[in-house]
């Protein structure tokens, strides 16, 4: 273990800006997100998931804003346990009917003010899921959203775009 | 398997199955076969409907190989097997929810996805219209003090998928565990009928996001088995590479998350990083992050450009690098081995029983791995070891998983020095007006996943079944909590890692 400390500690964080395209629209990225929750937020915001739904796979993008590529937390954004600590409901899949009450009581539970947003195409429009007997189709259906963050998953880029657009815009 | 051989040489054969035999048998055979199998002669890798019939696709055990068995059911019943054979038990109820036919004799008339949420019964049999208010669920009861239940679900404290887990427990110890499962049903099978093979393999790789890749293969060698179209080699093992770094990212992702749910952050930190690498890689060899819609029928729909091959062969050897250093960090760290050894103990004989694959089966003493038997493409021509163990516990479950990443990154090494210049993908034929079927089973990083197709006369998909690796494994994460402690089902959770949406359909 005192390898990897002292790796930890010794290395540049891979946070920083590096030459890479990529990492060059994550520094982008995150500067303008910075930026706009430290003058909207005072840098705090809560986000609560809900899987209505999903196939997983934006759920492994979401997880993915937390490893140290993007580290979701460093703009005082955080994923909280319980929609009674969220600002934000953030909702993947097409809702599956299945999973409609548990929606709207997990909205129903989240203080407000709150937003919601929509996460993949699914949770736009049903996505290929669309017209089955089992799904709603869209979290509009069930709940209103403020902002949908489309893709099949929407990369983690995306996903941070999304919240930018949402502090900037909406809160 | 004697009741396997009798039903396929005096069965009815159904011409047009590919490539594993399918036979219509009788009540009586139905049932030797399934006795058969509950005395480990066999394993039941699915059970499923098409409407009209009931399916059994088992694997034989003494000469390895597989063969459908069907029973017809012209008055809406068939036989329950599930008395014998439990695993059958929660087939029975999903093919009573869906297509409205009955397992007769079944202990247990719950319906299963079917939350009486949809507005109609058995929509894939005529669809009745009814309420949609939600059916009450009878969960086993706790009975007496000092046992009390806690009910957890459907949404769940982490980033993780629903599903409602039912707790009696004694003080901390969790005396029983009841799943309930069924709330990401999305009716894929229904989607499937009459979907044209595009939009069907879409469907198919949207099953279980993590698995897409493994799915999207699944779903293509049913298509080419049914159609009889021969893939080209550079597809073939490409294919294998995106299933092979699809395997990787998942065990990496894993393998952290397991070790954050043991409170140990530090690993979980490394894990991100090289999954994140791994999945950036796969964005630079195949233009997706999960390479979704990359494995079509026929061949893939993206091709690994020299640069794409340079990152991949950097991804390989800083992994190889990384590897060891993780496995090292994880045995060596002592307030972590106190939380996985030991804990969620999964009995080898539940393993058999089920036919649980992955490697919650190799981690008890079950070394199954669709990739070597039945075996497809291009497997045969690589040795690789794969992941075992006979300790059952997370702590095993996390080894086996660290020996199959260093194989995978030893095959794709291997693929990578093998792969020929040539074409990607070979044109479906054009429909031949017949009805054709084909079945598969292809290893994900789950597990087996078990895959059988019908296509129609006219080229698009008449019936599709896609068995997640989670049916048989979901039941024995029950049975591995049983005398843990509550605190510990995150922990014991993640190292199942179970599909919800691959299980719920
Ligand atoms: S948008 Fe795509 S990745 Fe997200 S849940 Fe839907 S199918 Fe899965």
Redesign the interface.
């Given at each position: 273990?005192r390898?990897?400390?002292i790796q930890g500690l010794l290395h540049q964080p891979?946070t920083e800006p590096a030459p890479s395209a990529?990492d060059a629209a994550i520094a982008e990225v995150a500067r303008a997100l910075a930026d706009a929750s430290r003058r909207k937020l005072g840098r705090s915001l809560s986000i609560r998931?809900?899987?209505?739904?999903?196939?997983?796979?934006?759920?492994?993008?979401?997880?993915?804003l937390?490893?140290?590529?993007y580290d979701l937390e460093r703009f005082g954004l955080r994923?909280v346990?319980?929609?009674r600590h969220a600002d934000v409901l953030m909702v993947t899949?097409?809702v599956?009917?299945?999973?409609?009450?548990?929606l709207e009581r997990?909205y129903a539970a989240t203080p407000n003010p709150k937003w919601v947003v929509a996460i993949g195409d699914c949770a736009f429009d049903g996505?290929?899921?669309a017209?089955?007997?089992?799904?709603l189709g869209a979290v509009s259906e069930a709940i209103p959203v403020d902002l949908h963050i489309r893709g099949?998953?929407p990369?983690p880029i995306a996903l941070l775009k999304g919240f930018i657009a949402l502090v900037d815009s909406r809160i | 398997m004697k009741s396997l051989r009798d039903a396929m040489s005096n069965g009815r054969h159904v011409e047009q199955s590919r490539p594993w035999p399918r036979c219509v048998v009788d009540h009586t055979s139905w049932l030797r076969a399934v006795r058969e199998i509950s005395k480990g002669h066999g394993d039941m890798l699915s059970l499923w409907s098409d409407g009209a019939d009931v399916h059994m696709a088992i694997l034989d055990h003494e000469s390895l190989q597989i063969g459908i068995i069907t029973i017809e059911c012209p008055d809406g019943c068939y036989p329950s097997g599930a008395h014998m054979h439990p695993p059958a038990l929660r087939f029975e109820r999903a093919i009573r929810d869906i297509y409205g036919l009955e397992a007769e004799g079944s202990s247990d008339r719950r319906r299963w996805l079917d939350?009486g949420?949809?507005?109609?019964r058995r929509?894939g049999a005529g669809?009745r219209p009814c309420a949609?208010a939600?059916d009450p669920y009878d969960f086993l009861a706790a009975e007496n003090a000092p046992l009390h239940q806690i009910p957890v679900g459907?949404?769940h404290?982490?980033?993780?998928?629903?599903g409602h887990f039912r707790f009696s427990a004694n003080g901390e110890i969790v005396v029983r565990l009841e799943e309930r499962l069924?709330?990401?049903?999305?009716?894929?099978e229904?989607?499937m009928v009459a979907a044209p093979l595009e939009?069907a393999a879409?469907?198919a790789g949207?099953?279980?996001?993590?698995s897409?890749v493994a799915y999207a293969l699944a779903f293509a060698h049913t298509v080419e088995a049914a159609l009889a179209i021969d893939v080209p080699r550079r597809a073939i093992l490409l294919r294998a590479l995106m299933a092979e770094l699809e395997r990787i990212a998942n065990h990496v992702?894993d393998i952290g998350a397991i070790c954050n749910d043991a409170s140990f952050s530090?690993m979980h930190?490394?894990c991100?990083?090289l999954?994140?690498r791994v999945?950036?890689t796969a964005?630079t060899c195949f233009g997706h992050?999960?390479m979704?819609d990359r494995i079509v029928p026929g061949g893939v729909a993206a091709d690994l450009t020299p640069e794409g091959e340079r990152t991949l062969r950097a991804l390989l050897s800083e992994a190889g690098k990384l590897i060891p250093?993780f496995m090292r960090?994880y045995g060596?760290?002592t307030s972590l081995q106190d939380r996985t050894v030991g804990a969620g103990f999964l009995r080898p004989e539940l393993a058999t029983q089920y036919g649980c694959g992955g490697f919650i089966g190799r981690a008890s003493g079950r070394s199954f791995d669709a990739r070597r038997a039945p075996g497809y493409a291009p497997y045969a021509e690589f040795s690789f070891p794969i992941g075992a163990g006979s300790e059952g516990d997370v702590d095993a479950r996390v080894w086996v998983r660290f020996d199959e990443v260093r194989a995978s990154l030893v095959l794709i090494e291997q693929m990578l020095e093998r792969l020929p210049a040539g074409p990607l993908l070979t044109e479906n034929a054009p429909a031949s007006g017949e009805t054709l079927e084909g079945a598969a089973l292809v290893e994900g990083f789950r597990g087996d996943i078990f895959a059988w197709v019908r296509i129609g006369a006219t080229g698009a998909v008449e019936r599709c079944h896609l068995r997640d690796p989670s049916w048989l494994q979901w039941p024995l994460l029950e049975a591995a909590i049983e005398g843990n402690i509550v605190a510990d089902f995150p922990l014991l959770n993640k190292s199942f890692n179970c599909?919800?949406?691959g299980h719920?359909l």
């Open positions: 273990m390898e990897f400390l891979l990529d998931e809900v899987d209505a739904g999903s196939c997983n796979g934006c759920e492994l993008e979401i997880h993915a937390n490893n140290a590529f994923v346990a319980s929609p899949g097409p599956t009917k299945n999973m409609r009450e548990a997990t996505g290929v899921f017209g089955s007997y089992a799904c099949c998953p990369d | 939350h949420r949809w507005g109609v929509p669809p949609a939600g459907p949404v404290a982490g980033v993780i998928e629903p069924g709330y990401v049903h999305k009716g894929v229904r989607l939009r879409r469907l949207r099953v279980s996001g993590d897409t992702g530090l930190t490394h991100g990083i999954r994140e999945l950036r964005r992050r999960l979704m250093l960090l060596d760290t599909s919800y949406s719920d």
